[in-house]
């Protein structure tokens, strides 16, 4: 479950593209926390790419 719950950023499909420009499959996936966060007044595991972690940390300061 490589999704995260916040932006619904998931995995990338794309080319490794060598030096002779020979390709080949690969894939890009997002670097998903699972955090403890309250949703809905109640705490709650969740799924959260470490963007929307560091932006949420940035909102709770402010």
């Known amino acids: 479950m490589a999704k995260c719950s916040l932006c619904g950023k998931g995995v990338v499909f794309g080319h490794t593209v060598s030096h002779s420009n020979r390709k080949c499959n690969r894939t890009w996936k997002p670097n ?6 309250e949703v809905d007044g109640t ?5 959260v790419c470490s963007r929307c972690l560091r932006t949420q940390k940035k909102a709770a300061k402010a």
């Open 32 to 37: 998903i926390r699972r955090v403890k966060a």
């Open 43 to 47: 705490s709650k595991k969740i799924y």
